[in-house]
Protein backbone atom coordinates (compact mmCIF):
# COMPACT_ATOMS: atom_id res chain seq x y z
CA UNK A 1 0.00 0.00 0.00
CA UNK A 2 3.10 2.55 0.92
CA UNK A 3 5.07 1.40 -1.93
CA UNK A 4 1.92 2.16 -4.30
CA UNK A 5 1.51 5.50 -2.58
CA UNK A 6 4.99 5.89 -3.41
CA UNK A 7 5.23 5.10 -7.07
CA UNK A 8 1.79 6.71 -8.11
CA UNK A 9 3.34 10.20 -6.11
CA UNK A 10 6.65 9.80 -8.06
CA UNK A 11 4.92 9.47 -11.01
CA UNK A 12 2.85 12.34 -10.53
CA UNK A 13 6.65 14.16 -9.78
CA UNK A 14 7.88 12.58 -12.96
CA UNK A 15 4.79 13.86 -14.29
CA UNK A 16 4.67 17.22 -13.08
CA UNK A 17 8.78 17.81 -13.93
CA UNK A 18 8.09 17.09 -17.51
CA UNK A 19 5.56 19.05 -17.84
CA UNK A 20 7.75 22.27 -16.10
CA UNK A 21 10.41 21.19 -18.56
CA UNK A 22 8.02 20.93 -21.83
CA UNK A 23 7.01 24.36 -20.29
CA UNK A 24 10.06 26.27 -20.81
CA UNK A 25 11.41 24.59 -24.06
CA UNK A 26 8.46 25.87 -25.78
CA UNK A 27 8.37 29.13 -24.72
CA UNK A 28 12.20 29.69 -24.16
CA UNK A 29 12.10 31.78 -27.45
CA UNK A 30 9.17 33.60 -26.15
CA UNK A 31 11.25 37.31 -25.67
CA UNK A 32 13.11 36.61 -29.05
CA UNK A 33 11.57 39.42 -30.43
CA UNK A 34 11.00 41.62 -27.47
CA UNK A 35 14.95 41.57 -27.26
CA UNK A 36 15.27 42.83 -30.37
CA UNK A 37 12.45 45.59 -30.85
CA UNK A 38 10.25 44.06 -33.26
CA UNK A 39 6.80 44.58 -32.36
CA UNK A 40 4.01 41.59 -32.84
CA UNK A 41 1.60 39.78 -31.19
CA UNK A 42 2.27 38.30 -27.94
CA UNK A 43 2.48 33.92 -27.92
CA UNK A 44 0.84 31.59 -25.89
CA UNK A 45 2.41 28.07 -25.13
CA UNK A 46 2.37 25.47 -27.38
CA UNK A 47 0.46 28.02 -30.53
CA UNK A 48 2.84 31.24 -30.31
CA UNK A 49 0.75 33.24 -32.27
CA UNK A 50 -1.32 30.87 -33.68
CA UNK A 51 -3.87 31.01 -31.20
CA UNK A 52 -5.27 34.36 -33.37
CA UNK A 53 -6.54 31.52 -35.99
CA UNK A 54 -8.75 29.93 -33.91
CA UNK A 55 -10.37 33.40 -32.47
CA UNK A 56 -10.22 34.34 -36.57
CA UNK A 57 -10.06 33.80 -40.04
CA UNK A 58 -6.35 33.45 -41.09
CA UNK A 59 -6.70 36.61 -43.25
CA UNK A 60 -8.47 38.61 -40.93
CA UNK A 61 -5.53 37.49 -37.87
CA UNK A 62 -2.95 38.78 -40.82
CA UNK A 63 -4.21 42.05 -41.63
CA UNK A 64 -5.27 42.93 -38.04
CA UNK A 65 -1.21 42.43 -36.98
CA UNK A 66 -0.11 44.64 -40.02
CA UNK A 67 -2.54 47.58 -39.04
CA UNK A 68 -1.28 47.65 -35.49
CA UNK A 69 2.60 46.53 -36.12
CA UNK A 70 3.41 48.04 -39.80
CA UNK A 71 5.38 46.37 -42.49
CA UNK A 72 7.73 44.19 -40.46
CA UNK A 73 6.37 42.25 -37.07
CA UNK A 74 7.45 38.89 -35.41
CA UNK A 75 5.34 36.01 -34.62
CA UNK A 76 5.74 32.71 -33.04
CA UNK A 77 5.02 29.30 -35.37
CA UNK A 78 4.01 27.78 -32.20
CA UNK A 79 7.55 27.89 -30.26
CA UNK A 80 9.94 29.30 -33.53
CA UNK A 81 10.62 32.78 -33.76
CA UNK A 82 8.98 33.77 -37.63
CA UNK A 83 9.33 37.26 -39.03
CA UNK A 84 6.79 38.27 -41.10
CA UNK A 85 7.04 40.89 -43.98
CA UNK A 86 4.78 43.22 -45.86
CA UNK A 87 6.97 45.59 -47.65
CA UNK A 88 7.06 44.45 -51.68
CA UNK A 89 10.39 45.67 -52.16
CA UNK A 90 11.96 43.57 -49.36
CA UNK A 91 9.94 40.70 -50.26
CA UNK A 92 10.83 41.15 -53.74
CA UNK A 93 15.22 41.27 -52.71
CA UNK A 94 14.32 37.59 -50.92
CA UNK A 95 11.91 36.27 -53.48
CA UNK A 96 14.19 37.28 -56.48
CA UNK A 97 17.44 38.96 -55.91
CA UNK A 98 18.56 36.63 -53.16
CA UNK A 99 16.66 33.64 -54.34
CA UNK A 100 20.30 31.84 -53.60
CA UNK A 101 19.39 32.14 -49.91
CA UNK A 102 15.89 31.91 -49.47
CA UNK A 103 15.60 28.63 -51.75
CA UNK A 104 13.42 26.69 -49.85
CA UNK A 105 9.68 26.23 -48.23
CA UNK A 106 9.81 25.73 -44.50
CA UNK A 107 11.08 22.35 -43.03
CA UNK A 108 7.46 20.00 -43.38
CA UNK A 109 9.64 17.11 -43.60
CA UNK A 110 7.24 14.41 -41.66
CA UNK A 111 8.69 11.22 -42.45
CA UNK A 112 6.01 10.17 -44.97
CA UNK A 113 7.26 10.06 -49.00
CA UNK A 114 3.90 11.12 -50.15
CA UNK A 115 4.44 14.85 -47.65
CA UNK A 116 8.30 14.55 -48.23
CA UNK A 117 8.86 14.13 -52.09
CA UNK A 118 6.32 16.64 -53.19
CA UNK A 119 7.58 19.64 -54.85
CA UNK A 120 6.36 21.97 -52.15
CA UNK A 121 8.58 20.51 -49.71
CA UNK A 122 11.63 19.25 -51.18
CA UNK A 123 14.90 21.68 -50.46
CA UNK A 124 17.78 22.76 -51.84
CA UNK A 125 19.07 20.36 -55.04
CA UNK A 126 16.44 18.09 -54.67
CA UNK A 127 13.88 20.74 -55.33
CA UNK A 128 16.01 22.30 -57.72
CA UNK A 129 15.94 19.17 -59.55
CA UNK A 130 12.36 18.31 -59.15
CA UNK A 131 11.26 21.40 -60.38
CA UNK A 132 13.11 21.46 -63.70
CA UNK A 133 11.19 18.26 -64.73
CA UNK A 134 8.00 19.57 -63.21
CA UNK A 135 7.89 22.89 -65.07
CA UNK A 136 8.28 21.75 -68.52
CA UNK A 137 4.95 19.61 -67.87
CA UNK A 138 3.01 22.77 -67.27
CA UNK A 139 4.52 24.78 -70.69
CA UNK A 140 2.14 26.48 -72.48
CA UNK A 141 2.09 23.63 -75.45
CA UNK A 142 1.31 20.82 -72.83
CA UNK A 143 -1.80 23.13 -71.12
CA UNK A 144 -3.20 23.95 -75.12
CA UNK A 145 -2.43 19.69 -75.34
CA UNK A 146 -4.82 19.40 -72.28
CA UNK A 147 -7.18 22.14 -72.65
CA UNK A 148 -9.97 19.47 -74.15
CA UNK A 149 -9.96 17.67 -71.07
CA UNK A 150 -11.15 20.44 -68.82
CA UNK A 151 -13.71 21.33 -71.41
CA UNK A 152 -14.93 18.30 -71.09
CA UNK A 153 -14.99 18.72 -67.34
CA UNK A 154 -16.57 22.04 -68.05
CA UNK A 155 -19.57 20.38 -70.04
CA UNK A 156 -20.28 18.21 -67.11
CA UNK A 157 -20.70 21.14 -64.45
CA UNK A 158 -22.48 22.94 -67.29
CA UNK A 159 -25.31 19.84 -67.28
CA UNK A 160 -25.49 20.54 -63.68
CA UNK A 161 -26.39 23.89 -63.83
CA UNK A 162 -28.71 23.32 -66.39
CA UNK A 163 -30.50 21.35 -64.30
CA UNK A 164 -30.33 23.86 -61.56
CA UNK A 165 -31.44 26.95 -63.92
CA UNK A 166 -34.32 24.48 -65.12
CA UNK A 167 -35.96 23.78 -61.75
CA UNK A 168 -35.00 27.41 -60.19
CA UNK A 169 -33.01 25.85 -57.55
CA UNK A 170 -30.36 27.87 -55.82
CA UNK A 171 -26.46 27.32 -56.56
CA UNK A 172 -24.32 26.54 -53.64
CA UNK A 173 -21.14 27.67 -55.69
CA UNK A 174 -18.54 26.16 -53.58
CA UNK A 175 -19.74 23.17 -53.84
CA UNK A 176 -20.08 23.27 -58.33
CA UNK A 177 -16.80 24.66 -58.24
CA UNK A 178 -15.30 22.05 -55.46
CA UNK A 179 -16.83 19.44 -57.66
CA UNK A 180 -15.38 21.28 -60.74
CA UNK A 181 -11.87 21.17 -59.80
CA UNK A 182 -12.13 17.60 -58.42
CA UNK A 183 -13.41 16.21 -61.69
CA UNK A 184 -10.49 17.94 -63.43
CA UNK A 185 -8.08 16.37 -60.80
CA UNK A 186 -9.07 13.05 -61.58
CA UNK A 187 -8.93 13.51 -65.36
CA UNK A 188 -5.76 14.93 -65.64
CA UNK A 189 -3.99 13.99 -62.55
CA UNK A 190 -4.85 10.48 -61.89
CA UNK A 191 -6.48 9.63 -65.56
CA UNK A 192 -9.88 8.95 -63.78
CA UNK A 193 -13.28 9.50 -64.84
CA UNK A 194 -15.45 10.01 -62.15
CA UNK A 195 -19.54 10.97 -61.55
CA UNK A 196 -18.71 14.16 -59.53
CA UNK A 197 -22.07 16.07 -59.79
CA UNK A 198 -24.35 14.31 -58.41
CA UNK A 199 -25.95 15.98 -55.14
CA UNK A 200 -27.50 12.23 -53.98
CA UNK A 201 -24.19 9.83 -54.82
CA UNK A 202 -20.51 9.97 -53.51
CA UNK A 203 -18.07 7.83 -55.34
CA UNK A 204 -15.31 6.01 -54.11
CA UNK A 205 -12.76 8.42 -55.49
CA UNK A 206 -14.27 11.54 -54.38
CA UNK A 207 -15.08 9.92 -51.08
CA UNK A 208 -11.54 9.19 -50.49
CA UNK A 209 -10.15 12.89 -51.71
CA UNK A 210 -12.88 14.10 -49.22
CA UNK A 211 -11.14 11.94 -46.71
CA UNK A 212 -7.79 13.86 -47.67
CA UNK A 213 -9.03 17.44 -48.10
CA UNK A 214 -10.75 17.17 -44.51
CA UNK A 215 -7.70 16.61 -42.92
CA UNK A 216 -7.15 20.04 -41.61
CA UNK A 217 -6.47 18.38 -37.62
CA UNK A 218 -3.89 15.73 -39.52
CA UNK A 219 -1.90 19.40 -40.97
CA UNK A 220 -1.80 21.69 -37.78
CA UNK A 221 -0.69 18.44 -36.04
CA UNK A 222 2.34 17.76 -38.27
CA UNK A 223 2.89 21.89 -38.86
CA UNK A 224 3.11 21.83 -34.76
CA UNK A 225 5.35 18.71 -34.72
CA UNK A 226 7.23 19.93 -38.18
CA UNK A 227 8.19 22.88 -36.20
CA UNK A 228 8.61 22.38 -32.91
CA UNK A 229 10.52 18.28 -32.58
CA UNK A 230 11.58 18.35 -36.60
CA UNK A 231 14.05 15.42 -36.12
CA UNK A 232 11.52 13.38 -33.84
CA UNK A 233 9.03 13.85 -36.38
CA UNK A 234 11.30 12.90 -39.48
CA UNK A 235 12.60 9.99 -37.44
CA UNK A 236 9.17 8.57 -36.39
CA UNK A 237 7.04 9.50 -39.62
CA UNK A 238 3.79 11.00 -39.66
CA UNK A 239 1.35 10.25 -42.29
CA UNK A 240 -0.45 12.92 -43.94
CA UNK A 241 -3.38 10.76 -44.32
CA UNK A 242 -5.55 7.89 -43.12
CA UNK A 243 -4.04 4.30 -44.58
CA UNK A 244 -6.76 3.36 -46.05
CA UNK A 245 -6.91 6.24 -48.02
CA UNK A 246 -3.68 5.94 -49.29
CA UNK A 247 -3.75 2.87 -50.26
CA UNK A 248 -6.55 3.59 -52.10
CA UNK A 249 -4.91 6.24 -54.38
CA UNK A 250 -1.68 4.10 -54.52
CA UNK A 251 -3.39 1.49 -55.71
CA UNK A 252 -5.42 3.37 -58.14
CA UNK A 253 -3.04 5.25 -59.70
CA UNK A 254 -0.31 1.18 -59.83
CA UNK A 255 -3.09 -0.03 -61.91
CA UNK A 256 -3.07 2.77 -64.20
CA UNK A 257 0.11 3.25 -65.03
CA UNK A 258 0.92 -0.50 -65.38
CA UNK A 259 -2.33 -0.58 -67.56
CA UNK A 260 -0.93 2.28 -69.63
CA UNK A 261 2.64 0.39 -69.55
CA UNK A 262 0.87 -2.31 -71.22
CA UNK A 263 -0.82 -0.38 -73.88
CA UNK A 264 2.75 1.25 -74.37
CA UNK A 265 2.06 3.74 -77.55
CA UNK A 266 -0.95 2.62 -78.93
CA UNK A 267 -3.26 4.94 -77.28
CA UNK A 268 -2.24 8.27 -76.88
CA UNK A 269 -3.01 10.10 -73.26
CA UNK A 270 -3.06 13.69 -72.90
CA UNK A 271 -3.10 14.02 -69.35
CA UNK A 272 -0.89 15.36 -66.67
CA UNK A 273 0.02 11.46 -65.27
CA UNK A 274 0.40 10.81 -68.69
CA UNK A 275 3.41 13.43 -68.40
CA UNK A 276 4.69 12.33 -65.08
CA UNK A 277 5.07 8.67 -66.86
CA UNK A 278 7.11 9.98 -69.59
CA UNK A 279 8.88 12.51 -67.43
CA UNK A 280 10.05 9.07 -65.60
CA UNK A 281 10.58 7.47 -68.61
CA UNK A 282 12.48 10.34 -70.61
CA UNK A 283 10.44 9.84 -73.52
CA UNK A 284 9.32 13.41 -73.39
CA UNK A 285 6.47 14.15 -75.94
CA UNK A 286 7.68 17.44 -77.51
CA UNK A 287 5.31 18.04 -80.40
CA UNK A 288 2.80 19.81 -78.57
CA UNK A 289 5.39 22.25 -77.61
CA UNK A 290 5.32 25.62 -79.15
CA UNK A 291 5.47 28.41 -76.97
CA UNK A 292 1.58 30.02 -76.63
CA UNK A 293 1.41 33.22 -75.50
CA UNK A 294 -0.49 32.60 -72.77
CA UNK A 295 0.42 33.38 -69.65
CA UNK A 296 0.32 37.72 -69.08
CA UNK A 297 3.56 37.67 -67.12
CA UNK A 298 3.20 41.72 -66.65
CA UNK A 299 0.49 40.85 -63.63
CA UNK A 300 1.22 37.16 -63.21
CA UNK A 301 4.71 36.10 -63.63
CA UNK A 302 6.70 33.46 -65.15
CA UNK A 303 6.48 30.04 -64.28
CA UNK A 304 9.73 29.26 -66.29
CA UNK A 305 12.60 30.71 -64.07
CA UNK A 306 14.43 27.14 -63.87
CA UNK A 307 14.07 26.69 -67.57
CA UNK A 308 17.76 26.17 -68.78
CA UNK A 309 18.57 23.59 -65.36
CA UNK A 310 20.23 20.35 -66.20
CA UNK A 311 17.60 17.36 -65.46
CA UNK A 312 19.97 14.72 -66.30
CA UNK A 313 20.46 13.10 -62.99
CA UNK A 314 16.54 13.62 -61.43
CA UNK A 315 15.36 10.18 -61.43
CA UNK A 316 11.66 10.24 -60.89
CA UNK A 317 10.51 7.31 -58.55
CA UNK A 318 6.65 6.27 -58.28
CA UNK A 319 6.07 7.83 -55.07
CA UNK A 320 7.63 11.26 -56.95
CA UNK A 321 4.56 10.42 -58.98
CA UNK A 322 1.91 9.56 -56.54
CA UNK A 323 3.19 12.62 -54.45
CA UNK A 324 2.97 15.00 -57.25
CA UNK A 325 -0.68 13.79 -58.30
CA UNK A 326 -1.75 14.54 -54.76
CA UNK A 327 0.01 17.71 -54.99
CA UNK A 328 -3.51 18.61 -57.07
CA UNK A 329 -5.32 18.04 -54.11
CA UNK A 330 -3.41 20.06 -52.14
CA UNK A 331 -2.22 22.66 -54.36
CA UNK A 332 -4.84 23.23 -56.91
CA UNK A 333 -8.51 21.70 -55.61
CA UNK A 334 -9.43 24.18 -53.11
CA UNK A 335 -7.63 26.92 -54.28
CA UNK A 336 -8.65 26.89 -57.90
CA UNK A 337 -12.06 26.58 -56.90
CA UNK A 338 -12.58 29.86 -54.58
CA UNK A 339 -11.24 31.56 -56.93
CA UNK A 340 -14.16 30.52 -59.04
CA UNK A 341 -16.78 30.85 -56.57
CA UNK A 342 -15.63 34.17 -55.38
CA UNK A 343 -15.59 35.19 -59.27
CA UNK A 344 -19.40 33.95 -59.47
CA UNK A 345 -20.01 35.28 -56.43
CA UNK A 346 -18.95 39.25 -57.36
CA UNK A 347 -20.08 38.55 -60.75
CA UNK A 348 -23.98 38.00 -59.14
CA UNK A 349 -23.56 40.90 -57.06
CA UNK A 350 -22.07 43.40 -60.32
CA UNK A 351 -24.61 42.85 -62.86
CA UNK A 352 -22.88 45.29 -65.39
CA UNK A 353 -19.48 43.72 -64.75
CA UNK A 354 -20.95 40.51 -65.87
CA UNK A 355 -22.65 42.00 -69.13
CA UNK A 356 -19.47 43.36 -69.88
CA UNK A 357 -17.61 39.84 -69.07
CA UNK A 358 -20.41 37.98 -71.28
CA UNK A 359 -20.11 40.73 -74.44
CA UNK A 360 -16.57 40.18 -74.42
CA UNK A 361 -16.44 36.36 -74.23
CA UNK A 362 -19.39 36.18 -76.37
CA UNK A 363 -18.00 37.58 -79.61
CA UNK A 364 -15.61 34.54 -79.69
CA UNK A 365 -19.26 33.05 -80.75
CA UNK A 366 -18.46 29.67 -79.32
CA UNK A 367 -14.65 29.23 -80.10
CA UNK A 368 -13.13 29.35 -76.30
CA UNK A 369 -9.93 27.43 -77.56
CA UNK A 370 -6.62 27.89 -75.40
CA UNK A 371 -5.72 30.33 -77.91
CA UNK A 372 -9.11 32.24 -77.60
CA UNK A 373 -9.31 32.42 -73.61
CA UNK A 374 -5.88 33.88 -73.37
CA UNK A 375 -7.32 36.47 -76.09
CA UNK A 376 -9.93 38.01 -73.63
CA UNK A 377 -8.78 40.83 -71.42
CA UNK A 378 -11.67 41.41 -69.44
CA UNK A 379 -11.65 38.00 -68.18
CA UNK A 380 -8.28 38.40 -67.75
CA UNK A 381 -8.33 41.38 -65.15
CA UNK A 382 -11.83 39.47 -63.70
CA UNK A 383 -9.72 36.71 -62.75
CA UNK A 384 -6.15 38.90 -61.51
CA UNK A 385 -8.42 40.97 -59.28
CA UNK A 386 -10.78 38.20 -57.90
CA UNK A 387 -7.06 36.91 -57.04
CA UNK A 388 -6.11 40.30 -55.12
CA UNK A 389 -9.34 40.29 -53.37
CA UNK A 390 -9.93 37.17 -52.27
CA UNK A 391 -6.37 35.63 -52.27
CA UNK A 392 -6.54 31.96 -51.54
CA UNK A 393 -3.32 31.85 -49.73
CA UNK A 394 -2.72 34.04 -46.97
CA UNK A 395 0.87 34.23 -46.88
CA UNK A 396 3.77 32.19 -47.94
CA UNK A 397 7.33 31.42 -46.89
CA UNK A 398 10.99 31.31 -47.28
CA UNK A 399 13.58 29.83 -45.14
CA UNK A 400 16.88 31.26 -44.55
CA UNK A 401 19.91 29.53 -46.15
CA UNK A 402 22.66 31.84 -44.29
CA UNK A 403 22.25 34.95 -41.72
CA UNK A 404 21.11 37.76 -44.38
CA UNK A 405 20.82 41.70 -43.82
CA UNK A 406 17.31 42.71 -44.60
CA UNK A 407 17.57 45.57 -47.09
CA UNK A 408 18.44 48.83 -44.59
CA UNK A 409 16.26 47.92 -41.59
CA UNK A 410 19.32 47.23 -39.39
CA UNK A 411 17.48 43.36 -39.22
CA UNK A 412 19.90 40.63 -39.42
CA UNK A 413 17.76 37.79 -40.42
CA UNK A 414 19.70 34.69 -38.70
CA UNK A 415 20.70 31.52 -41.04
CA UNK A 416 17.31 28.79 -40.59
CA UNK A 417 14.48 31.38 -39.88
CA UNK A 418 11.09 31.17 -41.72
CA UNK A 419 9.94 34.41 -43.38
CA UNK A 420 6.40 35.22 -43.98
CA UNK A 421 5.19 36.86 -46.93
CA UNK A 422 1.75 38.97 -45.44
CA UNK A 423 0.56 38.52 -49.20
CA UNK A 424 -3.57 39.35 -47.91
CA UNK A 425 -2.49 42.52 -46.48
CA UNK A 426 0.13 43.85 -49.52
CA UNK A 427 -3.05 43.14 -51.42
CA UNK A 428 -5.38 45.17 -49.51
CA UNK A 429 -3.13 47.94 -48.29
CA UNK A 430 -4.92 51.27 -49.64
CA UNK A 431 -1.03 52.61 -50.39
CA UNK A 432 -1.27 50.37 -53.41
CA UNK A 433 -4.87 49.17 -54.21
CA UNK A 434 -7.10 52.52 -53.95
CA UNK A 435 -10.30 51.16 -52.59
CA UNK A 436 -8.73 47.79 -51.55
CA UNK A 437 -12.08 46.37 -50.14
CA UNK A 438 -13.83 47.38 -53.53
CA UNK A 439 -14.00 44.62 -57.11
CA UNK A 440 -12.86 46.45 -59.36
CA UNK A 441 -11.59 44.71 -62.76
CA UNK A 442 -10.63 48.05 -64.03
CA UNK A 443 -7.72 47.97 -62.34
CA UNK A 444 -5.90 45.18 -64.18
CA UNK A 445 -7.04 45.96 -67.76
CA UNK A 446 -3.93 46.77 -70.06
CA UNK A 447 -4.76 50.31 -70.29
CA UNK A 448 -4.38 50.58 -66.07
CA UNK A 449 -1.53 48.57 -66.07
CA UNK A 450 0.98 50.85 -65.48
CA UNK A 451 -0.23 52.16 -61.95
CA UNK A 452 0.37 48.87 -60.36
CA UNK A 453 3.18 48.90 -58.34
CA UNK A 454 5.59 46.42 -58.85
CA UNK A 455 5.38 43.16 -56.45
CA UNK A 456 2.48 44.31 -54.87
CA UNK A 457 0.45 41.35 -56.69
CA UNK A 458 1.56 38.35 -55.58
CA UNK A 459 -1.12 35.47 -55.55
CA UNK A 460 1.05 32.90 -57.01
CA UNK A 461 4.21 33.97 -54.86
CA UNK A 462 7.31 35.46 -56.57
CA UNK A 463 10.15 34.47 -58.10
CA UNK A 464 11.73 31.22 -59.13
CA UNK A 465 9.96 29.51 -56.26
CA UNK A 466 6.85 30.76 -57.56
CA UNK A 467 3.60 28.30 -58.10
CA UNK A 468 4.48 25.88 -60.86
CA UNK A 469 0.85 24.77 -61.45
CA UNK A 470 -0.24 28.91 -62.32
CA UNK A 471 -0.67 27.97 -66.19
CA UNK A 472 -2.93 24.77 -65.21
CA UNK A 473 -5.24 27.41 -62.33
CA UNK A 474 -5.91 30.15 -64.95
CA UNK A 475 -6.58 27.97 -67.90
CA UNK A 476 -9.05 25.95 -65.68
CA UNK A 477 -11.01 29.39 -64.33
CA UNK A 478 -10.64 30.94 -68.05
CA UNK A 479 -12.23 27.68 -69.74
CA UNK A 480 -14.99 27.55 -66.93
CA UNK A 481 -15.93 31.15 -66.71
CA UNK A 482 -15.37 31.52 -70.51
CA UNK A 483 -18.22 28.57 -71.05
CA UNK A 484 -20.60 29.55 -68.34
CA UNK A 485 -21.12 32.79 -68.56
CA UNK A 486 -21.79 32.86 -72.60
CA UNK A 487 -25.16 30.41 -71.59
CA UNK A 488 -26.02 31.55 -67.56
CA UNK A 489 -26.98 34.92 -65.97
CA UNK A 490 -25.75 34.39 -61.90
CA UNK A 491 -28.10 36.84 -59.68
CA UNK A 492 -28.00 37.70 -56.09
CA UNK A 493 -30.99 35.93 -54.15
CA UNK A 494 -31.95 36.55 -50.61
CA UNK A 495 -29.95 34.31 -49.41
CA UNK A 496 -26.65 35.65 -50.90
CA UNK A 497 -24.36 36.64 -47.92
CA UNK A 498 -23.47 40.16 -48.50
CA UNK A 499 -20.49 40.60 -46.85
CA UNK A 500 -19.05 37.02 -46.97
CA UNK A 501 -18.82 35.05 -43.28
CA UNK A 502 -15.68 32.99 -43.36
CA UNK A 503 -13.75 30.16 -41.84
CA UNK A 504 -11.56 30.32 -38.73
CA UNK A 505 -9.00 27.40 -38.23
CA UNK A 506 -8.51 27.07 -41.86
CA UNK A 507 -4.72 27.45 -43.67
CA UNK A 508 -6.28 29.07 -47.06
CA UNK A 509 -9.27 31.37 -47.06
CA UNK A 510 -12.75 29.69 -47.20
CA UNK A 511 -15.84 31.46 -46.93
CA UNK A 512 -18.80 29.74 -45.19
CA UNK A 513 -21.49 28.69 -47.76
CA UNK A 514 -21.89 30.94 -50.99
CA UNK A 515 -25.69 30.63 -52.69
CA UNK A 516 -26.71 32.51 -55.59
CA UNK A 517 -29.49 32.55 -58.36
CA UNK A 518 -28.79 31.01 -61.75
CA UNK A 519 -30.61 31.25 -64.76
CA UNK A 520 -30.28 30.43 -68.40
CA UNK A 521 -29.53 32.87 -70.76
C1 LIG B 1 -5.86 29.78 -58.06
C2 LIG B 1 -5.14 28.72 -57.87
C3 LIG B 1 -3.80 28.69 -57.21
C4 LIG B 1 -3.19 29.61 -56.38
C5 LIG B 1 -3.73 30.95 -55.92
C6 LIG B 1 -1.90 29.07 -56.02
C7 LIG B 1 -0.97 29.71 -55.22
C8 LIG B 1 0.25 29.21 -54.87
C9 LIG B 1 1.21 29.87 -54.03
C10 LIG B 1 1.00 31.23 -53.37
C11 LIG B 1 2.28 29.07 -53.92
C12 LIG B 1 3.55 29.35 -53.10
C13 LIG B 1 4.49 30.15 -53.98
C14 LIG B 1 5.68 30.69 -53.24
O1 LIG B 1 6.14 30.08 -52.27
O2 LIG B 1 6.16 31.76 -53.64
C15 LIG B 1 2.03 27.89 -54.70
C16 LIG B 1 2.92 26.85 -54.85
C17 LIG B 1 2.65 25.73 -55.59
N1 LIG B 1 1.51 25.48 -56.32
FE1 LIG B 1 -0.06 26.69 -56.57
N2 LIG B 1 -1.75 27.85 -56.62
C18 LIG B 1 -2.88 27.58 -57.35
C19 LIG B 1 -3.13 26.47 -58.12
C20 LIG B 1 -2.25 25.43 -58.30
C21 LIG B 1 -2.50 24.28 -59.13
C22 LIG B 1 -3.75 24.04 -59.99
C23 LIG B 1 -1.43 23.48 -59.02
C24 LIG B 1 -1.29 22.21 -59.77
C25 LIG B 1 -0.67 21.22 -59.42
C26 LIG B 1 -0.49 24.12 -58.10
C27 LIG B 1 0.73 23.61 -57.73
C28 LIG B 1 1.64 24.25 -56.90
C29 LIG B 1 2.92 23.68 -56.52
C30 LIG B 1 3.46 22.35 -56.96
C31 LIG B 1 3.55 24.61 -55.71
C32 LIG B 1 4.94 24.48 -55.08
C33 LIG B 1 5.97 25.04 -56.04
C34 LIG B 1 7.40 24.84 -55.56
O3 LIG B 1 7.62 24.70 -54.37
O4 LIG B 1 8.28 24.86 -56.43
N3 LIG B 1 -1.02 25.30 -57.69
N4 LIG B 1 0.78 28.00 -55.28
Known amino acids: MFLAALFSLNALLAFIAILIA ?3 YLTKNFNYWKDRGIPGPKPVVVLGTMWEMFTKPIHQASFDN ?12 FSTPVLTIADPELIKDISIK ?5 VDHSDMKSGDPLNDRSLF ?12 VISPTFSSGKMRAMHPMITDCVHRLDQYLETKAINGDELDVKRAMGNLTMDVIASCAFGTQIDVHNDNKTNEFVANAQQVLRGNWRLWFMFLMTTTFPKLTEKIGISTMKPSVEHFFRSAISSIISKRRSQRNSVKHRDYLQLMINAQNRSADNSEDQDIDDLNEHIFGTTDALKDQKTANVVITDDDMLATSFLFFV ?37 YSYESIARMPYLEACIAETLRLYNPIAATSRIALDDYKLGNTGLTIPKGMMI ?16 PDVWD ?32 ALMEAKTAVAHLITKYRFKRTANTAVPLKYKKFEFLLTPEAIQIGVEKR
Open 22 to 24: LYF
Open 66 to 77: YKKYGKIYGEFG
Open 98 to 102: DFHNF
Open 121 to 132: NLMGDEWKAMRS
Open 331 to 367: AGYETTATLLSFLTYELSLKEKCQQRLYEEINAFDGN
Open 420 to 435: NFDVHSVHHSPEYYPN
Open 441 to 472: PERFLPENRDQLVPYTYLPFGLGPRNCVGMRF
